[in-house]
């Protein structure tokens, strides 16, 4: 049960508890940066009129671009040719 709930999934996206801890963190504070941003300028259009928007494609962009490199990373694994 612990292994199912603290490390599967780390271990699925390729990282260790603490760095999943850290870029889950990460990603979820900008969010709420993001979203508080976006109240703001519900409230006062003047004010964050791309911050909300802005913030989502760079999450979004971060999270393509690191399934991509481990996507790459896995195809090179399995395409390794030995020699001798």
Known sequence: MFGKLFQDHPSEVG???GEHFAAAGGFGLRMIA??????VHAIVPGVFITTGSGTVKKLYDQMVAKR?????A???MRSIEYVI
């Open 34 to 39: 993001g979203g508080i941003a976006c109240v």
């Open 74 to 76: 896995n195809i090179e």
């Open 68 to 72: 991509a490199a481990k996507r790459d």
């Open 15 to 17: 990282e260790t508890y």
